[in-house]
């Protein structure tokens, strides 16, 4: 089981790798980190470290575009030259093959989220003469926020078209970003019962504002093991509720090539 | 089908063969609403033998290489494969060994066509189920892939769909004949290309949208 699973997530990993995107992305990084170097000569404080800051900032976005784009490209390929169709003459079970192709665009965001650590390592280093750990430890949250999306995503293909599941996502994820704010809104401005709603909302939609640690990193505050922790176990379980759904569905559907 | 036994579908354009084929290989799990399924549940799926698959069009993908594509489907089936024997497998099919490190997207349409008949005929499978392999070959191609296929009925069940009579009458045993979904005959081949011919057109297609 596990070998099918590896085997499958191994050549996803391997033909995405391959593509323009990983050189897309790569450049992309240059170009940011670049401007980085670039904006921290601006003194706005001793304090408040704006290269960690735009470095976050810049991740975040590549972090998400990386997990949606290669998503989307694995899916779509999948469907148009129809994919599916010759491992699934083989004694692999669906399920595993589904989850074995989810996984090896895991590998690869692993692989660009070790690509960030030593990079921003490096950089900190030569700038300051020290890492600061938070940095590094915002950017785990980042990845976990990233595979939550990604599962999202993931989930969304198996009900629409890869193109329509892509711009939900990023809409679920929009929404979920911002549910920090709605829920302070709620209580200072909303009645009780509204604001119970709201609050059912911010736990049972993908909520990426648990992620998001960014100032305190920036200001050198340091995040504790809760601050860590809470967010691995909301990202895991969440994702692998989605990628369970998304299993199940995909388990009954029709696969016809020639259709999708 | 009985063992060593070639198996040739037939039957006009939108008739069913391919949906057949894939029925069969277990890609519909969920007969209803399908104009054609419902016909065919009383047939045994292919899920307990080892099989290999020519499917119409080469589903490849092209970021791979030929290597890449036969040690996946090699690692799925549990039948180890070694460089020296994908490269045989590939000559068999007419291909260069050296294409094996190339890129699929640098392959011609011939050349996807022959890796999907290499990785269908490496491992020796129970089945050998082929959706009209030879279509898009050039007549060097197509007389190579016809032996090959030939050497193959010695050790693999043929269930082939094609539209050519003159192939169904060289390598079939069987013959369904397919019409808008039904199995309208199911028996040995005739005597003759002749009386193949004759059986073939009893069968038109129905009236587009009927």
């Known amino acids: 089981m596990l070998s099918d699973i590896n085997c499958i997530a191994e050549s996803t990993f391997k033909a995405l790798l391959r593509q323009r995107l990983t050189a897309f992305f790569l450049t992309l990084t240059a170009i940011f980190i670049g401007f980085g170097l670039l904006m921290s000569t601006v003194d706005i404080g001793v304090r408040f470290r704006l290269f960690e800051n735009l470095l976050l900032g810049m991740q975040t976005f590549l972090l998400h575009i990386a997990g949606w784009l290669y998503l989307f490209e694995m899916v779509r390929k999948e469907q148009s030259l129809g994919l599916f169709v010759l491992p699934l003459t083989t004694t692999i079970k669906r399920s595993h093959y589904f989850i074995g192709r989810f996984l090896g665009v895991v590998w690869l965001m692993l692989l660009l989220l070790a690509f960030f650590a030593i990079i921003d390592s490096l950089l900190m280093l030569i700038i300051s003469g020290s890492v600061n750990i938070g940095l590094l430890q915002q950017l785990y949250l980042l990845s976990l926020s990233a595979l939550l999306s990604m599962a999202t995503l993931y989930f969304l293909t198996t009900l629409v078209s890869p193109v329509n599941a892509i711009i939900y996502s990023v809409i679920i994820w929009f929404i979920g970003n911002g549910l920090d704010e709605l829920l302070l809104f709620a209580e200072k401005k909303l009645t009780a019962t509204s604001t119970e709603l709201i609050r059912g909302l911010y736990y049972l939609w993908p909520n990426f504002s648990f992620f998001d640690k960014t100032e305190l990193v920036a200001n050198e505050i340091g995040l504790s093991w809760q601050q860590i922790a809470f967010p691995s176990i909301y990202s895991l379980l969440y994702s692998s509720l989605l990628l369970w759904a998304a299993t199940l569905i995909y388990q009954r559907k029709a696969l016809n090539p020639m259709a999708e | ?210």
């Not at chain 2, 579908?9 to 008739?15: S, T």
């Not at chain 2, 054609?36 to 047939?43: A, C, G, K, S």
């Not at chain 2, 092209?62 to 799925?76: C, E």
């Open chain 2, 1 to 210: 089908m009985t063992d060593k036994h070639a198996l040739i579908l037939l039957g006009h354009n939108g008739a069913g063969k391919s949906t057949l084929i894939r029925y069969l290989l277990g890609f519909y799990p969920d007969e209803r609403g399908h104009p054609f399924l419902p016909h065919w549940q009383h047939l045994p799926s292919y899920t307990d033998k080892t099989i290999g698959y020519v499917p119409e069009l080469p589903f490849l993908d092209p970021h791979l290489t030929g290597w890449d594509t036969l040690k996946l489907q090699a690692k799925l089936n549990h039948t180890p494969l070694s460089k020296q024997q994908a490269g045989d497998a590939v000559n068999a099919v007419g291909l260069d060994s050296d294409v094996l490190t190339h890129r699929i997207q640098t392959y011609s349409k011939g050349m996807r066509q022959r890796l999907m008949l290499a990785q269908a005929c490496y491992h020796k499978p129970d089945v050998l189920v082929l959706d009209e392999p030879l279509s898009g070959l050039d007549p060097f191609g197509h007389q190579a892939i016809l032996d090959l296929l030939q050497t193959m009925k010695q050790h693999s069940q043929l269930l082939l769909s094609t539209h050519s009579l003159e192939d169904a009458y060289r390598l079939g045993d069987e013959i369904w004949l397919l019409q808008a979904g039904t199995l309208v005959y199911q028996g040995d081949k005739p005597g003759s290309i002749e009386a193949l011919n004759d059986l073939y057109f009893k069968y038109p297609p129905h009236a587009i949208g009927h």
